[in-house]
């Protein structure tokens, strides 16, 4: 049977793809109006600042509340609080009342919220649609996060043209307005195993937020694929920096050529969630294709031609797509979906933590190794990383998570919890 036969999983995936879209041209709006408003480099990463942290500092509440809690009703609040923020937004913008003060904290609030909207999605899609179409959905899911990547701003910057801030901030508000109705209008069985082993009497708010670090922990399989996920932004943010020097340096490209260039790895990346069901059918396929991707980044910056540059580039991204689609998959099959919720936020704020900290390093590894050697470290980093998580990214686990055959006592203990 094919994925259409999903229908509450298209519903949600539906209105997803138009608010990750809304996204996309929130971030734009708020950025510009930041940087409009006060002229000051200080207002824009004060806003940068107050979109991520909240993820990090919310990740162990979110996943709690997501494994504890109907997930329908966990995105719809989500969203409204979202919506809520992207209207306030909007009106205070329209208005000429929107203060720098004012922007953080409805930005740090939407952030927040939608640290909770991410891992209820994930840890759904196991009740959604059945073990086999697995992949084909998660490779839906971030085929629509890579689309929203690259046609939110676009469309942004359209709307911000057309209509002004405050109108693109609308925007961005209708967009959840059509995810809250998408979602209340699907259907998301419970987990197997959902409100018992978590709930368990006596066991401590602390206790289950740290669920999620206790099962990477005693799981080796569970802790490679965590291992991975948080590493990949790290050893990936330097790359996008680096490839405008390379550009307006040694390939001595203008800005359309740079731009070309900066549009190969989304590219491929659209093309690897797009082919991950093909590509992704061994078992070592994770592993292959960041290896591919690391082997890619790496020649990326030893080649002459910039043409040269931006093939490696691509193939990159396809590889990158199909880990992508692999590696959830893998948790949701290794990971009892009653405690998935906390699993995936703990990924998720592991792998935000992990692109500041890329992005800082960047201009030690550029004077230290120049440009095209900056590239070589990017790239072999990633295939050290992969090699380090081979055993999750092969997706070996037990047949059954609470079975002694694979799985160690202290690894039973943490999926009981």
């Known amino acids: 049977m094919s994925i259409r036969n999903d229908r509450d999983f298209l519903r949600i995936w539906s209105g997803q793809v138009v608010s990750n879209l809304g996204d996309g041209v929130h971030r734009v709006a708020v950025l510009w109006w930041a940087n ?48 809520a923020a992207a209207a306030a937004f909007a009106a205070l913008a329209g208005t000429g009342h929107l203060t720098v003060p004012v922007a953080v904290a409805l930005t740090a609030v939407a952030a927040a919220a939608s640290g ?11 009740s959604l649609v059945p ?56 259907r998301i069985p419970l987990p197997a195993g959902g409100g018992r082993r978590h709930d368990a009497a006596g066991e401590s708010l602390r206790s289950q937020a740290l669920a999620g670090w206790r099962l990477a922990r005693s799981n080796r399989a569970v802790g490679d694929l965590v291992l991975v996920a948080s590493m990949l932004n790290l ?131 550029v004077a230290l190794a120049g440009l095209r050697g900056g590239l070589a470290v990017c790239g072999v980093a990633m295939a050290v990383v992969a090699l380090a998580g081979r055993r999750g990214l092969d997706g070996r686990r037990p047949a059954d998570p609470l079975d002694a055959g694979d799985t160690d006592p202290a690894s039973a203990a943490a999926l009981a919890a």
């Open 235 to 365: 050893v990936v943010a330097p790359v996008a920096i680096i490839l405008v020097g390379l550009a307006a340096g040694p390939l001595g490209l203008d800005g359309k050529g740079y731009g070309l260039l900066e549009a190969a790895v989304p590219i491929g990346l659209l093309a690897g969630f797009a082919s991950a069901v093909k590509l992704g059918k061994g078992r070592h396929a994770a592993t292959v294709a960041l290896l591919v991707t690391g082997s890619a980044v790496a020649a990326s910056g030893a080649v002459v031609l910039a043409w040269w540059t931006g093939a490696l580039l691509v193939v990159a991204g396809v590889g990158i797509g199909v880990a992508n689609t692999l590696v959830p998959t893998r948790f949701q099959r290794m990971v009892e979906p009653s405690v998935q919720g906390r699993v995936f936020a703990l990924v998720s704020a592991l792998s935000q933590a992990g692109r500041p900290i890329g992005l800082a390093l960047t201009a030690p590894l």
């Open 116 to 126: 909770f909207f991410s891992p209820a999605l994930m840890a759904s899609v196991t």
């Open 36 to 83: 409009q408003a006060t002229g000051s480099s200080t207002a824009v990463v004060a806003v940068a600042l107050a979109a991520s942290i909240p993820l990090l500092a919310m990740a162990p509440v979110a996943g709690v509340v997501v494994d504890r809690h109907d997930r329908r009703h966990v995105m719809i609040a989500s969203d409204l609080v979202r919506l």
């Open 131 to 186: 073990d086999d179409r697995l992949p084909t959905a998660n490779s839906m899911i971030g085929g629509a996060d890579a689309v929203a990547g690259i046609g939110g701003p676009a469309l942004g910057g359209l709307l911000i043209g057309l209509a002004g801030t405050g109108g693109a901030l609308w925007f961005d508000a209708g967009t959840f307005l059509l995810s809250v109705v998408a979602v209340a209008a699907s």
